[in-house]
């Protein structure tokens, strides 16, 4: 089973999966915005067309950053399993804090409120940025107690990724979604209780 764990390449075709998803589903918001869809979808939208292009452009912009980290993976540019959770763990950050942003310009320029967006915007960004805190301490070389207490909140957010992927599993997509996060959240547990991540995270 550890032989499983060691191979990269497998949990790097499941970020591959997860970014052509991404990518389509940003290319299907765009399209959207061009369509004549029901006054249900649209409610509370003034400015449909805008919405979905600018919120589709910034899905986009999050699924290549995505896509780039998961070719990395897969090629075996990122191989060792703390450098593939501390990257991993920063773009989640990172498209977090860009989603957004982006998400928050597409609700205003959609003619939602624009106090509500602008705080939801500001709490995605703060969210993200100590995403990206927490992966700059994952594999700084330095083994604190603040390396415990992230090892013990990463676990706990694999196994929630995991009971959330399997719950969403309701489409055909969603269970190509839903599978393929499960297997990285697996993946990502397992490199946790690797004997190596464990030592560099003062476990």
Same mark, same amino acid.
Do not use: P
């Given at each position: 089973?550890?032989?499983?764990?060691?191979?990269?390449?497998?949990?790097?075709?499941?970020?591959?999966?997860?970014?052509?998803?991404?990518?389509?589903?940003?290319?299907?918001?765009?399209?959207?915005?061009?369509?004549?869809?029901?006054?249900?979808?649209?409610?509370?939208?003034?400015?449909?067309?805008?919405?979905?292009? !600018?919120? +589709?452009?910034?899905?986009? *912009?999050?699924?290549?950053?995505?896509?780039?980290?998961?070719?990395?993976?897969?090629? +075996?540019?990122?191989?060792?399993?703390?450098?593939?959770?501390?990257?991993?763990?920063? $773009?989640?950050?990172?498209?977090?804090?860009?989603?957004? *942003?982006?998400?928050?310009?597409?609700?205003?320029?959609?003619?939602?409120?624009?106090?509500?967006?602008?705080?939801?915007? #500001?709490?995605?960004?703060?969210?993200?940025?100590?995403?990206?805190?927490?992966?700059?301490? !994952?594999?700084?070389?330095?083994?604190?107690?603040?390396?415990?207490? $992230?090892?013990? #909140?990463?676990?706990?957010?694999?196994?929630?990724?995991?009971?959330?992927?399997?719950?969403?599993?309701?489409?055909?997509?969603?269970?190509?979604?839903? $599978?393929?996060?499960?297997?990285?959240?697996?993946?990502? $547990?397992?490199?946790?209780?690797?004997?190596?991540?464990?030592?560099?995270?003062?476990?």
């Amino acid at each position: 089973m550890s032989s499983f764990f060691d191979n990269t390449k497998i949990v790097g075709f499941a970020f591959v999966m997860v970014a052509v998803i991404l990518v389509a589903d940003a290319i299907l918001t765009i399209v959207l915005g061009f369509m004549d869809v029901s006054d249900d979808l649209k409610e509370g939208i003034d400015n449909w067309m805008l919405y979905c292009v !600018i919120g +589709g452009i910034g899905s986009l *912009i999050c699924a290549a950053l995505y896509g780039f980290f998961a070719n990395k993976v897969y090629v +075996g540019t990122y191989s060792e399993k703390i450098v593939i959770l501390e990257q991993y763990v920063r $773009i989640v950050g990172l498209t977090t804090a860009l989603g957004g *942003i982006f998400n928050a310009v597409a609700s205003i320029a959609g003619g939602q409120d624009i106090g509500a967006a602008i705080v939801s915007a #500001i709490i995605l960004v703060l969210i993200g940025l100590l995403i990206m805190f927490i992966s700059t301490k !994952i594999n700084d070389g330095k083994q604190t107690v603040g390396d415990k207490i $992230i090892w013990i #909140i990463l676990l706990i957010a694999f196994i929630l990724m995991i009971i959330g992927s399997a719950l969403s599993m309701v489409s055909l997509i969603g269970v190509v979604d839903g $599978i393929a996060h499960i297997l990285i959240g697996i993946f990502m $547990i397992a490199f946790l209780f690797d004997s190596e991540v464990k030592s560099k995270m003062n476990m």
